[in-house]
């Protein structure tokens, strides 16, 4: 009797000692991960293999990554390419769970599904809108409705940013559209392909205020990055680069500028590289990979081929 | 006894090359691509082949005629026949004459295999009876 009344008390003991280890290793371990995550980024996806291996790629990163799989993807425009969105909603089904998408050229209209695209996202009313995620905030524009000075997505983004500049809690901030403003030459002949003049004009400087870190976009069927940038007012068609470092940058000024239209439609090839570009390429799918780490201070963006080789990194520090 | 030793590797070797002949007869590439005319604006092709190289890559290229320059391209897995019926979408490039050229690429380095060949078929933008 005495043995048992002993064996219990000491179960108990033992119990509650456990506990209150995993309580302290469970409170260290968020603290020392409050901040970090994960989020995957591409567009152009089609509705055809190459979009499965681009969805298995973003799902596989919980394999090759240690922070486990995208907790955020963001889908940068142009999916089914069809007058519905079933197939590509079907499609991304594995890895939508948080994920929030911009609209593209592709379904910018009822014909293309857009009320559909709407409502499975729950976007409001023209498809702008931002949010934090941990320390990150993100803007995602719409390139297909009206932006200049006076539209009410202009004063939505710069009020946005004010108050971005001011959070406390805010250690980057992320600008997501489809259409892009810089680009090498590729062999989309079309307008918005050549990099559009007053979406540059209208929106680089408010980046440059108000320290936006990264731009990602698509529409370019291919993958483009490009050293930090800052707006040139005498000739905004070429940028100014900020800093000559190929991947390890310690807060640049200006912008980082990245295209993702590699989700598996097919691809423009580049035919030439523009002076502010870095890296390129127009010959393999897959996706932006960005970790954010060591509490929201360090951000790592890879470009992953749907083979699971890095093609492009590179990193920024604040 | 020393006849069976002789004859049962025979019969073996004719079993392997028999169908070896077979196979070769009919990895015969074929490409269609439906349509293979469309608007400017856009329109969605299904590229279907078969008899390429089985579970690896084929490259394609949408070419311009006039200048031979790469408009759209991309690359597809093909499976245990060496086939694959995919869709894409042809847009973002001028009227004109175009074609779509197929061929093996199994390490997508975008350049044909060594030893394999090119198929093409025409695509136009707009279709003939529209202009």
Redesign the interface.
């Known amino acids: 009797m005495k043995t048992s009344i002993l064996s219990i008390s000491f179960i108990g003991i033992l119990s509650s000692s456990i506990l209150f280890f995993l309580s302290i290793a469970s409170i260290y371990n968020v603290h020392a991960t409050t901040y970090d995550f994960n989020f995957a980024a591409v567009g152009d996806w089609?509705?055809?293999?190459?979009t499965d291996?681009t969805v298995k790629g973003i799902a596989n990163t919980k394999t090759t990554n240690k922070l486990g799989a995208s907790e955020l993807v963001l889908g940068l425009g142009d999916y089914s390419?069809?007058p519905t969105a079933n197939c590509w909603l079907s499609k991304v089904a594995s890895i939508d769970d948080n994920m929030k998408i911009t609209i593209g050229n592709?379904e910018n209209s009822a014909k293309t599904g857009f009320n559909q695209y709407k409502k499975s996202f729950g976007l409001i009313s023209n498809a702008y809108y931002s949010f934090d995620f941990n320390n990150v905030h993100f803007i995602i524009m719409n390139t297909q409705t009206p932006y200049t000075p006076g539209s009410s997505q202009y004063n939505f983004i710069k009020d946005d940013l004010v108050k971005a500049a001011k959070k406390v809690n805010t250690n980057w901030i992320i600008v997501v559209m489809h259409e892009p403003f810089y680009t090498s030459p590729t062999?989309?002949?079309?307008a918005s392909?050549q990099g559009i003049g007053n979406l540059r004009d209208t929106y680089h400087p408010l980046f440059d205020t108000y320290e936006v870190d990264l731009v990602i976009g698509a529409h370019l069927?291919n993958y483009q990055r490009s050293f930090p940038l800052e707006y040139n007012s005498a000739s905004s068609s070429k940028p100014i680069i900020t800093s000559k470092i190929v991947s390890k940058y310690n807060d640049p000024k200006g912008e980082i500028y990245v295209i993702v239209g590699t989700g598996g439609?097919?691809?423009?090839?580049i035919?030439g590289k523009n002076y502010y570009i870095l890296n390129q390429q127009?010959?393999?799918f897959g996706h932006l990979n960005v970790d954010i780490t060591n509490k929201g201070q360090v951000l790592t963006a890879k470009f992953i081929q749907n083979?699971a080789k890095v093609f492009d990194s590179f990193s920024i520090t604040k | 006894m020393s006849i069976y030793y002789i004859l049962l590797p025979a019969i073996m070797s004719m079993a392997i090359i028999i169908p070896s002949f077979t196979l070769i007869a009919y990895s015969q590439k074929n490409v269609t691509i439906n349509p293979n005319c469309g608007t400017e604006e856009g329109f969605e092709v299904t590229l279907e082949t078969d008899g390429f190289e089985p579970n690896s890559n084929v490259h394609w290229d949408l070419v311009d005629t006039i200048n031979n320059t790469i408009a759209l391209s991309g690359y597809f897995t093909t499976n245990s026949s060496g086939g694959f019926e995919e869709r894409t979408y042809v847009d973002d490039i001028n009227s004109g004459d175009y074609k779509i050229k197929f061929f093996d690429d199994a390490d997508t380095n975008d350049k044909l295999d060594t030893n394999k060949t090119i198929i093409s078929r025409d695509l136009s933008i707009p279709c003939k009876n529209q202009q």
């Open positions: 089609g509705c055809n293999s190459n291996a390419y069809q592709h062999s989309c002949k079309i392909c069927h439609i097919n691809f423009h090839k035919i127009s010959s393999f083979n």
